[in-house]
Structure formats: C-alpha cells, structure tokens
C-alpha cells in the first residue's frame, strides 16, 4: 500500500498517533542526524527524503526487489520494509558510506570492471548485499546451496551457485546477473 493510502485511510480513521511526526536520531554512515519522521515512515523514505540520501533506490516498495537494501548493524535488511522511528541507536550503512577517503569498496570497484549493470537502478542495493553477504560467508552462514552444512562455511566455498543463491531477494530487471556474479567472484578473490 502507498504511504498516500495509508496517510487518507489514518486520516479518515482520524488515527493520529499513525501521523503525529517522532523525534529520532539516525546515524547513517557513522554521522548522527535528528531529524521528525512519522512512525509510519519508512528508513527508504527517511534516507531519501529527509537525509537526501537518494543513493538507496525505490523500486517495489514492498520487499520484493532489494533495489532499497542497506546495512543496520552489519546485516543486510530492506529498507522499505523496516521502520526508521525505530533505528535510534543503530548503525545503518548506506551506498554513500561504502567509499573511503575517495577509494572505492572492491565489490563497487568490480561491479565496474565487470559490467555488473546497465541502467543501474538495482546496482546500489545489489552492492550493499554483495558487501554484507561475503561478510556472511566469511562468516561460516550456511545457505539453501550448500552442499553440507556440518561443517564451517568458509569463503572457498562460495561458488557462483552459492553466489545465485545468497543473492537471490536482489532482482535486476536488465537481467546482468553473469556479470554481477563475476563481480562477486572478483571482491571474493580480493579478500
Ligand atoms: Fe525495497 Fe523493492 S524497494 S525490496
Ligand atoms: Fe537495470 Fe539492474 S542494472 S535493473
């Protein structure tokens, strides 16, 4: 449903506590902003509209697609579907926060060298799960590809068959998904 919808059908319930504006503190890519968002407001919607971060793209809207993924706390979640009244206190990572002192992360650096878009419109979100999802096989996660899961997952494991599976909830509607995965391959190699 549309945040238009929801606003005309809290309005015509005359529900206010769903409108009345909550203070709250985002820290977005290690900065700290105050900023008043509805409760309903979505973090897609706050990083966008209030924080001009336009980095993170609206796509769905409804947790199909992964265009709007960022990080809270290191994990990947969908920006469209998560609350940002209740992010104070969390550390959320951005495609903004992703380059350092002017040098890009790997995975962006080889999303480039590769080819991994064409309109682009699904790269942030695809590079901000890429990031958080080697982070996740560094870390021994298991997924519904791997061939035995008693033992430690470990980043040798990550076969492009792995790489499909894990990045799967990120759809490219200009299907470049050979050369994402060869982007992958590439920032794993580099690790
Ligand atoms: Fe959030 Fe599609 S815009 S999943
Ligand atoms: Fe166009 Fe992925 S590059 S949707």
Redesign the pocket.
Known sequence: MSNDRKRALADAAGDKSLIEPLPVNLTVNDLTQSITVEPRMTLLDALRERLALTGTKKACDRGECGACTVHINGRRVLSCMTLAAMLEGKKIATIEGLEQNGILHELQSAFIEHDG???????SG?IMSGVAMIEEAKAGWPSAATADVRRDFTLADLSRAEICERMSGNL???A?YPNIVDAVVEAVARN
């Open positions: 878009f064409q309109c682009g419109f699904c790269t695809q490219c509607r200009c470049c």
